[in-house]
């Protein structure tokens, strides 16, 4: 039972560029939720995706933003790179039908902006 | 501003000891998560509690959610070298589904 994949490990990009980060669910989870995790911080919550439409917005601007498939995978966007977006980009997937605070998460996407 | 605070931020301990992990709040969890993360990896969940008060073991870990369910501990007796890692506590409040975590507790064991 394959679990959270994400891809691409690590990506270096330069400031001012668009980002596309990918991610697929553990089997049979239908909810897809993306953190972005500082050096030494928590996760912080970006958003989450269920039935393809966002559901949930953390304390992120416009810049980012999401889809899901109707597969259950989902991608993540990042416009206009700063500096400080730089970070661990983590995927965690749960289902409805369970409990849809238990996530299942990858092993992230590291992220350098230089 | 919902916050989750864990204490204290860093512990490194000998092997053999025992230690405890604090998870604090000011507002009210519906359930709570505890994870595991080791360098360059997703955080690995570890237990949910659910219910003011309930007790979960896991080997030789403890887990503990408060009466009021605002706070909750986790104790490891007998720490090991593999114990390492950093502690996350997470929870959804009331009304909210999105899962906030806490500031984390870095975990050392030294053999």
């Known amino acids: 039972d394959a679990g959270v994949t994400q891809s691409p490990t690590h990506l270096i990009k330069t400031r001012g560029q668009q980002v596309t980060l990918r991610c697929s669910p553990k089997s049979g989870h239908d909810t897809v939720s993306w953190y972005q995790q500082a050096l030494g911080q928590g996760p912080q919550f970006i958003f989450q995706y269920y039935e393809e439409e966002e559901r949930q917005r953390g304390n992120f601007p416009d810049r980012f933003s999401g889809h899901q498939f109707p597969n259950y995978s989902s991608e993540l966007n990042v416009n206009a790179l700063l500096l400080g977006d730089s970070a661990l980009y983590l995927c965690?997937?749960?289902?409805?039908?369970?409990?849809?605070?238990?996530?299942?998460f990858g092993p992230g996407t590291r992220l350098t902006v230089t | 501003t919902q916050l989750l605070e864990q204490s204290p931020q860093f512990l490194s301990i000998q092997e053999g000891e025992n230690l405890t992990v604090y998870c604090n709040s000011s507002s009210v969890f519906s359930s709570l998560q505890w994870y595991r993360q080791e360098p360059g990896e997703g955080p690995v969940l570890l237990v949910t509690v659910v219910t003011g008060g309930e007790v979960k073991k896991l080997k030789r870990l403890t887990f503990q959610f408060g009466d009021a369910r605002k706070d909750s501990s986790l104790h490891i007796t007998a720490a090991q070298p593999g114990d390492t890692g950093l502690y996350l506590c997470?929870?959804?409040?009331?009304?909210?589904?999105?899962?906030?975590f806490g500031t984390g507790t870095r975990l050392t064991i030294i053999p």
């Open positions: 965690a997937s749960s289902t409805r039908t369970g409990s849809p605070y238990e996530q299942y």
């Open positions: 997470a929870g959804p409040y009331f009304g909210n589904e999105k899962l906030t």
